[in-house]
């Protein structure tokens, strides 16, 4: 199972809004509404954001948004805040118990 | 409050074999399928292996399929990963997470991975 396609790093200054794809097939993305996006801080454990594609865990900020369209999930970040200097792995489900990450996005506030 | 500890990390030769442990308290460990996700040095996330609620499906990952072995003792509410013929590319940070399900029509869908670990970290040297 190969890893998600995502840009290397993403980069906005305060208060703009950005986007991070994660490009998928038809056997995980295209084929399972069920796409997670995690937020990691450097020496930290990962973050749970958003899951089936659009939907926000409890707690999580509403500046947090996800859309799917075929085999292409996005994560965006509205609002940017220095607090959101991270990296953002996106994940799928991709059949019989398994799944697959992708390779991370670094998102970096100007 | 949900907390997953994992425990057993270090240095292991090459071929050599480790075992990984997670205790869960906070929630009822035996109603959610759980997972391993490890992370090598400088890189990204890679999901290693998971087990359902009463441990009678497990799944893993091509690179450690037929080495590593996942189990769960729920009257210790502890997840374990065995880890056999251990190579240097193995040598990374290995969390312990629990999986979401929700509820669909007919059946429950894995979502994601709501609560993890700190990280337990296994080296391979020689």
């Known amino acids: 199972q190969s890893a998600l396609t995502q840009p290397a790093s993403v980069s906005g200054s305060p208060g703009q809004s950005i986007t991070i794809s994660c490009t998928g097939t038809?056997?995980?993305?295209?084929?399972?509404?069920?796409v997670s996006w995690y937020q990691q801080h450097p020496g930290k454990a990962p973050k749970f954001m958003i899951y089936e594609a659009t939907k926000r865990p409890s707690g999580v900020s509403n500046r947090f948004s996800g859309s799917k369209s075929g085999n292409t999930a996005s994560l965006t970040i509205s609002g940017l805040q220095a607090e959101d200097e991270a990296t953002y792995y996106c994940c799928s489900y991709a059949g019989d118990s398994k799944y697959v990450f992708g390779s991370g996005t670094r998102v970096t506030v100007l | 409050e949900v907390q997953l500890v994992e425990s057993g990390g270090g240095v292991v030769r090459p071929g050599g074999p480790l075992r990984l442990s997670c205790a869960a308290s906070?929630?009822?460990?035996?109603?959610?399928?759980m997972t391993w996700v490890r992370q090598a040095p400088g890189k990204g996330l890679e999901w290693v292996s998971s087990i359902n609620w009463d441990g009678s499906s497990t799944a893993y990952a091509d690179s450690v399929k037929g080495r590593f072995t996942i189990s769960r003792d729920d009257a210790k509410r502890s997840l374990y990963l065995q880890m056999d013929s251990l190579r240097a590319e193995d040598t990374a940070l290995y969390y312990c997470?629990?999986?979401?399900?929700?509820?669909?029509?007919?059946?429950?869908?894995?979502?994601?991975?709501?609560?993890w670990g700190q990280g337990m970290l296994v080296t391979v040297s020689s």
């Open positions: 906070g929630f009822t460990f035996d109603d959610y399928g």
């Open positions: 997470a629990r999986i979401m399900f929700v509820e669909g029509s007919t059946t429950f869908y894995p979502v994601g991975f709501d609560y």
């Open positions: 038809s056997s995980d993305i295209g084929h399972y509404n069920l």
